[in-house]
Every structure is written in structure tokens, then in C-alpha cells.
């Protein structure tokens, strides 16, 4: 086995096109009924990062075959201690080792670039679980992700549900991401989840404005199309609530709806419900090829799981993060 670093942006398309061959072989063995992935803008999607962050990949081959892939997000700003891997082997080439060299090298890398963490995430059930667990991984972050099959909505229910608001609210769906005079107040109303882990990767960190354009700039640039429906406070113009979704270029058919949130001082007035409902009605006009969306929220976060049990979502995967410190990992991972 031979392992190399890999930068997917000059790569070949041959190459590109093994990445793909394997992922959808290793989605097909591990989460069967997945959507697979296409090719549609998947360079940049592996290799496109944020401004201040830095992305760093290697292959395993085996007879000049790929056999296996680490991708490394080298995140920046407050979250700069950590590095997030990204890890898989082929199904026919599993047992083998090429998963403990792989993570070993992008640990050693890590701990080069004074990370002080590698955090994983990882669908419970799966062998990589155990993978991770026998490498010294601490199980962090629990998140549920549920799925909706648009051929079994009701769209006038969805109708009714997205009108249903409090007096003094309303509701604006942005494709692209909020406009420019809206980016302070949404940046304000996305810190009241700042902690808030898992599955966010593409779209935190950073709240304030400047960094809300850079990471809509890098999603784009990824082949993720966004789009955010905004519940707006009509006296103050202030943004009451927000939800986030996009649409990737390797698979869009599914679409990924991350942060749901209400400012608390305007809980109680039907924003969540109503704005996930107005983004369903508008996303059905604008992207009729999309089947199912995909969202996720904390095990605990009741009001969220009863918003998405309203809509029709049905629990789909437990998803983990998985981290280790890497002041012991590097040392002991190929000999573990
Ligand atoms: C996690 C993964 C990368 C491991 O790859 P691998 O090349 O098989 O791992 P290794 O051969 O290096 O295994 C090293 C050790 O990890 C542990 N391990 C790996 N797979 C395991 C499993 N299924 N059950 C229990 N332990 C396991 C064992 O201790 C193993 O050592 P051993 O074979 O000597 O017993 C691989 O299972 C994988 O690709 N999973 C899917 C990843 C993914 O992203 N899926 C996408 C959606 S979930």
C-alpha cells in the first residue's frame, strides 16, 4: 500500500473519478438506500475552503488503484485547535490497515500544524464507530438527523402551516443567502447557537457579517446553492429567526436544512414551524428535482423535534462526533 498527498484540485479527472467510484461503494455498503453522488462540481467541493481555513488530503493506493481517501479541514479562527477528518476505505480493501494509515498521517500532519484535536463525524452503527472507539476517540456530540419525502407532503397543510404566524412577524425566503442589509442582524440572531455541533461544518463558524459573506461565497464556490428563509420582526426589521438549507451539486436530489433557530425574546409565535414550512413551499417551486430533505437537531432539542414531527420528518441516523487530543494520538495510532 502506498499512501500520498492529494489535492484534488489538479488532480486528474481519472482520479476524481476513482474518489467517486469508492465514496459511492462505501455509501452503498454502510448506508444502503443513500443517495449517490454525481460528479457535478465535486473538485471543488473537496477542495474549496473558507478564507482562514486550510483543507489537505492523501490516497491510499494499492497496484496503483485508490483504495482509500483522509480529507483535512484545518479549521481557523476560534475553532483553529482542530482538525476534522473526513476517512474511508474501500469495502474490498477493509482490515487491511489502509484506514489506521491513513488517519495516522493525517493525525501527524494535525499535530504539525499545532492542533491540539481531531474530531470525526461519524453515522452510529456503522464500522467506523468502532473504528474510531478502538482508536482512542471520545464520543462528544449526539445529533439525530431526520428525513422528509417530499412525494408524501401535503403541500396545502404546508401552505397553511407557513402563513401561521404572529401578528408583527413576516416572512422572507432569500435564495443565495440574506442580502447585504439584513447580514448584522442575522449574523446577531445566528450566535444564540453558537455551540451548537455537528453536520455545520459547511456553514459555521462565524457569525458576524464579514464571515457570513465569505462562507455563502465559499458554499457557492462548492457547488452547495443556498438558500435561508428569514422570519423578520416588521416593527423593528430585526431578524426574529432563520433557517438554512442547501442544495449540492453531487446530489441534488437531497437537500441539507441545518441551523433552525428563534431568537428567544420571539419563541412562542410559531417562527420555527412556519418559516421551515415557507422554505418547503418555496423549495418545491424553485428546485423540483429535490426528493427528500435531510435536517439534524441535538437528541434533546424537544421543540425542534416536535417542529419536524409536524412537517412529516422521520428519524433517519444517530450522527456522533467523535474527537481524540492529539498529544497521544499521533504516537500510538500505527501501532494501536
Ligand atoms: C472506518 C474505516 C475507514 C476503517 O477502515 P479500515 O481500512 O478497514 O481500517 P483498518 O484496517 O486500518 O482497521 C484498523 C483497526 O480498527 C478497528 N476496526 C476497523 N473496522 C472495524 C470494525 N468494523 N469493527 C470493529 N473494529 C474495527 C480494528 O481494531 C482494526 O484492527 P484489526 O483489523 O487488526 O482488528 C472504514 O470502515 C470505512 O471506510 N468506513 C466508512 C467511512 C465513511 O465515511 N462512510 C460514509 C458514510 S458513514
Same mark, same amino acid.
Given at each position: 500500500?502506498?499512501?500520498?498527498e492529494?489535492?484534488?484540485a489538479t488532480? /486528474? ?6 474518489w467517486?467510484r ?7 455498503a454502510?448506508?444502503?438506500?443513500? /443517495? ?12 474549496v475552503?473558507m478564507?482562514?481555513? @486550510?483543507?489537505?488530503a492523501?490516497?491510499a ?8 481517501? #483522509? ?10 485547535? =482542530?482538525a ?6 474501500d469495502?474490498a480493501?477493509?482490515r ?5 494509515e491513513?488517519?495516522?498521517t493525517a493525525?501527524?500532519?494535525?499535530a504539525?500544524q499545532?492542533?491540539q484535536?481531531v474530531? *470525526? !463525524?461519524v453515522v452510529e452503527g456503522t464500522?467506523?464507530?468502532e473504528?474510531y472507539a478502538?482508536?482512542g ?5 449526539v445529533?439525530?438527523?431526520?428525513l422528509?419525502?417530499?412525494?408524501? #407532503? ?8 407557513a402563513g ?7 416572512i !422572507?425566503?432569500y ?8 447580514l ?7 450566535? +444564540?447557537? @453558537?455551540?451548537?455541533?455537528? *453536520?455545520? +461544518?459547511?456553514?459555521? /463558524?462565524?457569525f458576524?457579517a ?6 455563502l461565497?465559499?458554499?457557492r464556490?462548492?457547488?452547495?446553492r443556498?438558500?435561508v428563509?428569514v ?7 430585526? #431578524?426574529a ?10 446530489r441534488p436530489?437531497r437537500a441539507?436544512?441545518y441551523d433552525?433557530?428563534?431568537?428567544p425574546?420571539?419563541r412562542?409565535y ?7 414550512a415557507?422554505m418547503?413551499?418555496d423549495?418545491?417551486?424553485? !428546485? ?10 441535538a437528541?434533546?432539542?424537544e /421543540?425542534?423535534?416536535?417542529v419536524?414531527?409536524v412537517?412529516?420528518f422521520?428519524?433517519?441516523h ?9 498529544t497521544?494520538?499521533p504516537?500510538?495510532?500505527r =501501532?494501536a
Amino acid at each position: 500500500m502506498r499512501i500520498r498527498e492529494w489535492n484534488p484540485a489538479t488532480a /486528474p479527472d481519472r482520479e476524481i473519478d476513482a474518489w467517486l467510484r469508492v465514496f459511492n461503494a462505501v455509501l452503498a455498503a454502510d448506508l444502503p438506500g443513500e /443517495p449517490l453522488w454525481r460528479h457535478d462540481r465535486l473538485r471543488e467541493y473537496l477542495s474549496v475552503a473558507m478564507p482562514g481555513e @486550510r483543507r489537505a488530503a492523501w490516497i491510499a493506493e494499492v497496484d496503483g488503484e485508490l483504495v482509500g481517501y #483522509v480529507g483535512e479541514l484545518l479549521l481557523g479562527y476560534d475553532l483553529s485547535g =482542530t482538525a476534522v477528518i473526513e476517512l474511508f476505505t474501500d469495502p474490498a480493501h477493509r482490515r487491511t490497515g489502509v484506514g489506521r494509515e491513513l488517519l495516522a498521517t493525517a493525525a501527524e500532519h494535525a499535530a504539525a500544524q499545532h492542533r491540539q484535536s481531531v474530531t *470525526a !463525524e461519524v453515522v452510529e452503527g456503522t464500522p467506523t464507530a468502532e473504528f474510531y472507539a478502538a482508536r482512542g476517540f471520545a464520543r462528544t456530540v449526539v445529533e439525530e438527523s431526520s428525513l422528509l419525502d417530499l412525494s408524501t #407532503v401535503d403541500w396545502d397543510r404546508i401552505g397553511g402551516l407557513a402563513g401561521r404566524i404572529g401578528a408583527g412577524y413576516h416572512i !422572507e425566503n432569500y435564495p443565495g443567502g440574506p442580502p447585504d442589509e439584513l447580514l448584522a442582524s442575522y449574523a446577531d440572531a445566528k450566535l +444564540v447557537i @453558537r455551540h451548537t455541533p455537528v *453536520a455545520d +461544518v459547511e456553514w459555521n /463558524p462565524g457569525f458576524e457579517a464579514d464571515r457570513l459573506r465569505d462562507s455563502l461565497r465559499t458554499l457557492r464556490a462548492r457547488g452547495l446553492r443556498p438558500y435561508v428563509a428569514v422570519a423578520l420582526h416588521t416593527a423593528s426589521g430585526e #431578524v426574529a429567526g432563520l433557517t438554512e438549507l442547501v442544495i449540492p451539486a453531487h446530489r441534488p436530489q437531497r437537500a441539507d436544512q441545518y441551523d433552525t433557530i428563534v431568537v428567544p425574546a420571539h419563541r412562542g409565535y410559531g417562527l420555527g414551524l412556519a418559516m421551515k414550512a415557507r422554505m418547503l413551499a418555496d423549495l418545491r417551486a424553485a !428546485e423540483p428535482q429535490v426528493r427528500e430533505v435531510q435536517t439534524w437537531q441535538a437528541v434533546e432539542d424537544e /421543540p425542534m423535534l416536535r417542529v419536524n414531527a409536524v412537517l412529516g420528518f422521520r428519524p433517519d441516523h444517530l450522527w456522533c462526533e467523535y474527537e481524540a487530543p492529539l498529544t497521544s494520538l499521533p504516537r500510538n495510532l500505527r =501501532t494501536a
